[in-house]
């Protein structure tokens, strides 16, 4: 029964009934590496917090880490500052963390300013629910990330908060 607890996702609070939950922590977060059609993924785009549409596709050539988070879910707000300093860390080296927000735009944009976040931040709403779908996160739960190389595909996804040590490592695997 312990080891159940320890690998189950424990499934939070819902933003789109029966479509977007919020993964809770467990001992290791869901891995996988997709084969998927990531052409789709890079022709979608969404508007930033100013309201300006920002094609996926500009993030093409660089190593791409793809957060799906809301600000309301604990376990993204927990990964959050290490994607910070991440991108601090790694942007002169081609990294990019782009996240793609599941919430209103006025409760994104408190929280980015809160946090500092130094990374584009767009928002989905269903529409990046459909996107991380094709991105692999087959039960629609958040935080969800997908790792892209610098050629476009996907190398690395998780569902469930990502833990800097398992990003950073993947991280020097790609640049």
Same mark, same amino acid.
């Given at each position: ?39 789709? !993924? %890079?022709?979608?785009?969404?508007? /930033?917090?100013?309201? +300006?549409? &920002? ?5 093409? $050539? ?33 990294? !990019? %963390?782009?996240?793609?927000?599941? /919430?209103?735009?006025? +409760?994104? &944009? ?5 946090? $500092? ?59």
């Amino acid at each position: 029964m312990k080891r159940l607890m320890r690998t189950s996702v424990v499934l939070g609070a819902i933003l789109i009934p029966g479509l977007v939950a919020c993964s809770g922590p467990t001992d290791k977060p869901a891995v996988a590496v997709v084969q998927t059609d990531t052409a789709k !993924i %890079f022709a979608a785009a969404f508007p /930033d917090l100013e309201g +300006k549409p &920002q094609p996926l596709k500009q993030w093409q $050539g660089k190593v791409l880490v793809l957060n799906f988070w809301a600000p309301w879910c604990p376990p993204c707000r927990a990964e959050i500052p290490d994607f910070i300093r991440l991108q601090e860390q790694y942007r002169a080296q081609g990294v !990019i %963390f782009v996240g793609l927000a599941l /919430d209103q735009k006025d +409760k994104v &944009q408190a929280f980015s300013d809160e946090m $500092g976040i130094n990374y584009p931040i767009l928002l989905g709403e269903n529409d990046a629910a459909e996107l991380g779908k094709l991105a692999g996160n087959r039960l629609g739960g958040l935080p969800f990330t997908a790792i892209f190389s610098r050629k476009g595909a996907i190398v690395y996804t998780v569902s469930g908060e990502l833990k800097r040590e398992q990003l950073e490592a993947t991280l020097k695997g790609l640049i």
